[in-house]
């Protein structure tokens, strides 16, 4: 299975049409081998996932790799796995129940062979192969419903159906004895063209289907790969790059996955600079975000990544906000620690985003706001080349693009033309955004235990005021942002800092005091509002904001409120919270358009995973454009946005849970739909 996508391209292609030189024969041989390779890996599933031993000890089989998988899939370990990213080993033993040192062996063994990967010391994580036992449960009952057969017997009939021995069309009598019954392939193998191309509904059948591999077919029907003669797609090129609108965090990444491919491109940006608004200041990174840098960025842009990040430290303090005593505090992740939910990297969002800009600085085009664009599906994914979308900015300008990818956040204007009843959600709240530098008058006079760590400062209603309008709490999370020495030698790094976050219901800011989230200009704007107006505006929202967060913490500690006393007015920002239901439906896929990050599920910030999950979709996305050449298919992009929403699926309702702690959330379900400014 993990070699299907290698071979995807050989085995359901052909030689371009009209080359002088291409013959039947030669395309025979063009397709024989990956054909053989498919045949071969087919028949290794079914030996790894059907064996009825439980046993590791399998003399017979001269491997214990069968006994391994078997061993996994019968104890539900598979299924512990995060479908996206990885899990420590000692993590994964304690949430499948199963000693560490016994699961370290199996799991082991399973790398060895291949079945499972280690992307980094002491963790394991999917390949397609086990991923695709896990997610495609039908496939699973498939392979397991011919357990009761014998091994030797079951592999014979497959490998004699698959020759096409069976004679006449009609179902060997072999299979018959063997099987008993017709079993269908599943919905979402027989799906995919690279098993569905060789098999019929019942892997008994496939003897209708292939010809005998003795012979050679005609070139219409490539050793049972039944296709028409078609022009290769035409790939991203300098004249039709991949487009990318926004350039956040998401739409960076995967401008860098693009440059490391060799994948033209081009990023279009709103704002008038990379700093020219504030937006949050530190990102918190876990194990999953870093292995997909480490896996699409550059390496030399991978390697300043992980120089410019601050000083990381694990724990949590939590205050009294009347009293400035310690209620809580830990060292440490506790149980999320042996999880392997800890952050491995703290960056600042600035910083980050500056280095991501390395080696594109060409490439990306700020004051481009997006008006509208065109989808020409025709001469996309399924036609022999030509111009797939063409983008029409605010100004006027345009540009042409094989593929176009919405980064552009909350306010995508990608999303609409794509998903016009996209579902989002208004929660009710909104959070203020600051930074205080972390100066000697801070350090006398805030709390000395609120300046090693993650600092939680929950500000409950009182009781009387809750019975007539309910509990309406407010949630201060901060947190010292400190860069090494080592750092500050090699790059511009800010001040150190304290960077904090204030959650409340919009009620507590008294809805925000007219304050809201940013918009982008209107559609048929041609000019927007100039650099000199924006940067007025935003320094007027910003001391709003900075207003904002002294009034709703008027009662606390004088210790604790300092943090707000002291921030730098200039960077504070209000940001109503918006949210993505978890369960995000399903929609038709384009060859030319899709979506990332906050532009298809944004979530509150009470789960601290929004900017991992859109890391992880840019790095997902960036593998499909690769095997594609920036041009992929419909059915290529529906896969991605498949494992997106799977993805989104776990970030939302973990944000949701925090949600509810932080600021008294509901249900995301029952929240009124958000109105796009």
């Known amino acids: 299975m993990d070699s299907l996508p290698s071979h995807r391209s050989q085995l359901v292609r052909q030689p371009a049409a009209g080359s002088a030189n291409t013959s039947p024969d030669d395309a025979y041989e063009v397709v024989q081998h990956p054909q053989s390779k498919l045949l071969e890996l087919t028949t290794r599933m079914l030996h ?36 996206d990213g990885s899990v420590a080993c000692s993590a994964l033993a304690t949430s499948a129940g199963i000693p560490e040192e016994q699961l370290s062996d199996v799991v082991g063994a399973a790398i060895l062979c291949g079945f499972l990967r280690e992307p980094v010391a002491g963790h394991v994580a999917h390949t397609r192969s086990s991923a695709s036992l896990v997610f495609c449960k039908s496939f699973l009952r498939w392979l397991r419903g011919t357990s009761s057969v014998p091994m030797p017997i079951l592999l014979e009939v497959l490998s004699a159906t698959l020759a096409g021995e069976a004679g006449d069309g009609d179902k060997p009598a072999t299979s018959d004895t063997a099987l008993g019954a017709t079993g269908s392939f599943p919905n979402g193998v027989r799906h995919d063209g690279s098993l569905a191309a060789a098999s019929s509904d019942d892997p008994a059948n496939v ?63 709103r704002d008038s600079a990379i700093d020219s608004r504030p937006q949050g200041y530190r990102l918190k990174l876990r194990q999953d975000a870093e292995v997909a840098l480490a896996e699409s960025l550059p390496q030399d842009v991978y390697q300043h990544f992980l120089a410019s990040c601050a000083i990381l430290a694990v724990g ?28 491995s990297h703290t960056v600042d969002r600035t910083v980050f985003r500056s280095i991501l800009m390395t080696g594109i600085e060409d490439r ?4 481009r706001q997006l008006a509208s664009y065109t989808a020409n599906e025709d001469q996309g994914g399924g036609g022999g080349g030509g111009v797939g979308v063409v983008v029409t900015f605010t100004d006027g300008e345009r540009a042409e693009g094989r593929f176009l990818v919405g980064a552009d956040g909350l306010h995508s204007v990608v999303r609409p033309g794509l ?5 989002i959600k208004d929660t009710g709240a909104a959070c203020v955004y600051g930074k205080t530098p972390l100066t000697p008058e801070l350090a006398a006079r805030f709390p000395e235990k609120g300046l090693r760590w ?20 407010a949630t201060l999370l901060t947190e010292p942002t400190r860069f090494s020495e080592e750092s500050r030698a090699r790059y511009r790094l800010p001040q150190d800092y304290v960077y904090w976050v204030l959650i409340a219901p919009q009620t507590r800011f008294g809805a925000g005091g007219g304050l809201t989230s940013s918009p982008p200009p209107k559609a048929g704007n041609n000019t927007g509002p100039n650099q000199q107006q924006q940067q007025t505006a935003a320094a007027a929202a910003a001391e709003a904001a900075a207003r904002l967060s002294l009034a709703v913490t008027e009662e606390w500690h ?4 300092s943090v707000f006393e002291l921030q730098d007015t200039r960077q504070a920002t209000f940001v109503p919270i918006i949210s993505s239901v978890p369960d995000i439906p399903a929609w038709e896929p384009s060859a030319v358009v899709t979506l990332l990050g906050d532009a298809i599920h944004p979530m509150s910030p009470c789960g601290g995973v929004g900017a991992q999950t859109a890391i992880c979709d840019a790095a997902a996305l960036a593998k499909v454009l690769d095997e594609a050449r920036g041009s992929p298919s419909a059915g290529d992009v529906g896969s991605f946005e498949e494992g997106m929403r799977r993805r989104a699926r776990g970030s939302i309702a973990q944000s949701e849970i925090g949600s509810k702690t932080m600021f008294g959330l509901g249900s995301l379900e029952e929240c009124k739909p ?3 400014n």
Do not use: Y
């Open 48 to 83: 790894l996932s059907a064996l009825p031993d439980d046993s590791l000890d399998r003399p017979d089989t001269g491997s214990q790799e069968p006994s391994c998988v078997r061993w996994l899939l019968s104890r539900g370990v598979l299924e512990h796995i995060p479908g």
């Open 207 to 269: 003897a209708t289907t292939l010809p005998n591999k003795s012979q050679k077919p005609p070139a219409e029907h490539l050793d049972g790969v039944s296709s028409q003669v078609q022009p290769p797609l035409a790939p991203a090129s300098d004249e039709r790059p991949v487009l990318i609108i926004g350039a956040g965090i998401s739409g960076l990444c995967l401008a860098q996955a693009l440059r490391k491919v060799g994948i033209p491109f081009k990023v279009f940006e």
């Open 316 to 343: 949590e303090t939590d205050f009294n906000p009347f009293t400035g005593e310690v209620t809580k505090s830990r060292a440490g992740g506790g149980l999320s620690g042996k999880l392997g939910l800890n952050p």
């Open 364 to 367: 990306v085009f700020f004051s």
């Open 419 to 423: 998903l016009p009843g996209h579902r």
């Open 454 to 473: 993650m600092t939680v400062v929950a500000d409950q209603a009182p009781m009387l005021q809750s019975f007539h309008i309910g509990d309406a709490p």
């Open 558 to 561: 004088p210790s604790l409120r």
């Open 674 to 676: 958000w109105a796009s």
